[in-house]
């Protein structure tokens, strides 16, 4: 077994006890990471709490790497066995550095249930202090030291006092023989300067003998030179003062004739004087009126020092909580800064979802604009059964391409959740850091479950579309049966009603003897009525001349017809039918379903919301081609007792 102590220091610790007042100790932790490589190579991080002054305050915790794994699931944390020693020593660090603060940011708590840390377990909490709450970063359970574990604890003090207490004694050995050498240097040094010192002073006496015998010559010398000075000086000073005599007279009588001079102005000064006086008296009177309103100035003055004393104090006490607000505003000033570091990299984060949100709208208007266009396309299919089939094929081919889309994209949007889940992680990391960004991770989670409700809504779409096609099919089919009952029941009005027989043309077709009012009064109600196909039944096989009215009568109407090439085939060409025979319109087989195709008039009429079929005409029919279309019919039977009839959806063509 290997341990690599990693932390020993004094940490100030704050022990909180049930029904007790928190106080302050000092605690000496001690991080140590020990490693096992029999029978399997495992790490294990041993942290132990200890006083120095109390021997018997002993608390140990053993972390394994499974134990931190559930560690790190019950407090979130984000770093793994490897990285968590040197996270909780740069906090246990980050505590020391505080220590010293009124209100230290990062504190140590040592919690105990129990009234005294005595045999029970407590939780070591790292707490950051910040304006918002008490953030607890990481709580620890430590359990105490039971009588084995402080004997150990004490017996491996003990050995550690002993060795130092040998290193001590090592060290005194040596620094006694240090000193006794250097004893011994100092005393020989010191005998040697003692001889020096006493040669100094008999050199310093016999040179100080020789000083005085020069001073005491020089002394005599100057005294001999200062009394000649002095001789001469008395001498000068006797002529000086008999000529300050002679001159003393002089300015005596200067200053009597000044005097006469100034007894004249004198007399001149006592009448201004008087003068003055007078003067003086009324200046008086005038300076006890201003004394009067100097008092009631003071007392003024007096009065607003005082509200000055108040308002300095007031204005004291504002600078005071100026000076608060200030603390309070830089601090928030950081905070906000902060925030907006935050707000950039969640808008970074928004942008990226908001992209991805207009991409997906953008394929849910494709794919609505595609269900529009397989409605149009189901809507082409009651004007044109035989194409129907081909399109409906198309339309197949096409789901099946949009299913694999679909696949796709859902691969696409796996992957982004993927990637959203990394996201969501990093944010939680900053979120712990910051509470406050919470708020914003939640409203990105909802729009990302809104988007995917919207990708949901366009697969169920999707799926409805599919339905549509299919109840379409059915109905296409129902309405095929419905049609040909009532071509049947027409015929049958029609084989009871006719007496009119056909009339051959010159080119060999036949043709019927309804007049054609009937048929242009027929062409205009459907007309006006805004059915966009001309295929009712009744129309469909009833031929008409082509002559000049009907030309002129067709080539008034307006409206959207439906355009079909009509081809006769080569055995309805001979003119070989018998007059009286009339000629009904027969009906199309469905070649799939085995049934008869038609259409009722309600599902042929034009909506306001449809959308215009490609390839058909959505001009109207002209006066030259309706009639060729619609009452040329041809017949091939060669038997008189064969009746040929004209398909519901192709006016012209007809089967027997």
């Not at 049609?483 to 080119?507: C, D, F, V, W």
């Not at 196909?533 to 109407?557: D, G, L, M």
């Not at 959207?560 to 025979?581: E, T």
Request: charged share 30%; net charge neutral; aromatic share 4%.
């Amino acid at each position: 077994m290997a341990a690599e102590s990693l932390f020993g220091r004094l940490v100030p610790v704050q022990v909180k006890c049930q029904g007790c007042e928190d106080r302050r100790i000092n605690v000496r932790v001690r991080i140590e990471l020990q490693s096992t490589s029999n029978p399997v190579h495992k790490k294990d991080l041993v942290v132990q709490l200890t006083d120095d002054t109390d021997p018997f305050f002993l608390y140990n915790l053993v972390i394994s790497e499974e134990d931190f794994q559930s560690l790190k699931c019950q407090q979130g944390l984000l770093v793994d066995f490897s990285a968590f020693p040197q996270r909780f020593i740069d906090l246990l660090q980050q505590c020391i550095q505080e220590q010293n603060k009124d209100t230290p940011r990062f504190l140590l708590q040592l919690v105990s249930s129990a009234s005294v840390l005595d045999h029970t377990p407590a939780f070591l909490n790292v707490v950051e202090t910040n304006p918002f709450k008490h953030l607890t970063h990481l709580s620890l359970k430590f359990l105490p030291g039971n009588d084995a574990e402080i004997k150990k604890f004490l017996a491996i003090c003990l050995k550690c006092i002993k060795e130092e207490k040998s290193l001590l004694e090592q060290k005194l050995k040596k620094t006694e023989d240090d000193l006794t050498r250097q004893l011994s240097y100092t005393q020989q040094s010191l005998s040697e300067k003692s001889r020096e010192l006493d040669k100094l002073r008999s050199e310093w006496t016999s040179h100080t003998t020789t000083l005085t015998n020069k001073h005491t010559q020089d002394l005599t010398n100057e005294k001999e030179k200062a009394l000649q000075v002095q001789t001469q000086y008395q001498q000068q000073h006797e002529q000086q003062k008999k000529e300050l005599e002679s001159l003393h007279q002089k300015s005596i009588q200067q200053l009597q004739n000044r005097l006469s001079e100034l007894e004249i102005a004198n007399k001149d000064l006592t009448e201004r004087r008087y003068k003055g006086d007078s003067t003086i008296r009324e200046l008086k009177a005038k300076l006890s009126g201003i004394e009067d309103e100097c008092q009631r100035v003071k007392q003024e003055v007096l009065s607003l020092r005082r509200e000055n004393t108040t308002l300095d104090a007031e204005c004291h006490e504002k600078e005071k909580h100026i000076n608060q607000l200030q603390t309070r505003v830089a601090v928030l000033e950081q905070e906000i800064k902060d925030k907006d570091q935050l707000i950039i990299r969640t808008k970074e984060v928004l942008d990226a979802t908001q992209e991805q949100k207009v991409i997906l709208e953008e394929n849910t208007e494709k794919k609505q604009v595609h269900v529009g266009k397989l409605e149009a396309t189901i809507k082409s299919l009651s004007a044109e059964l035989l194409k129907a089939n081909e399109i409906i094929k198309k339309l197949q081919g096409d789901l099946k391409t949009l299913m694999s889309k679909l696949k796709l994209k859902n691969t696409v949007t796996i992957q982004q959740e993927k990637l959203l889940a990394e996201k969501e992680e990093k944010l939680q990391k900053e979120q712990r850091e910051l509470q406050e960004t919470g708020q914003s991770l939640r409203i990105k989670e909802q729009e990302v479950c809104k988007l995917q409700e919207q990708l949901e809504t366009t697969v169920q779409k999707l799926e409805e579309s599919k339905q549509l096609l299919k109840t379409n099919e059915n109905v296409i089919t129902w309405l095929n049966k419905q049609l040909n009952e009532i071509q049947m029941a027409r015929k049958q009005e029609i084989l009871g009603t006719s007496t009119i027989p056909p009339i051959h043309s010159s080119n060999g077709t036949i043709r019927t003897g309804t007049s054609p009012h009937n048929m242009l009064d027929n062409r205009l109600r459907f007309t006006s009525s805004g059915i966009s196909y001309p295929i009712s039944p009744v129309c469909a096989f009833q031929n008409f001349p082509e002559t000049a009215p009907v030309k002129s009568a067709n080539q008034q109407v307006s409206g959207q017809k439906v355009q079909f090439n009509v081809q006769l085939s080569k055995a309805n060409r001979s003119s070989d039918i018998q007059p009286g025979f009339p000629i009904a319109t027969g009906h199309s087989t469905n070649k799939e379903n085995g049934e008869n195709l038609g259409l009722e008039l309600k599902y042929l009429k034009k909506r306001e919301d449809s959308i215009p079929l490609r390839g058909l005409s959505q001009n109207t029919f002209n006066s030259s081609e309706y009639p060729k279309s619609s009452t040329s019919t041809k017949t091939t039977s060669s038997k008189p007792g064969v009746q040929s009839t004209a398909s519901a959806y192709f006016p012209g063509l007809q089967t027997t």
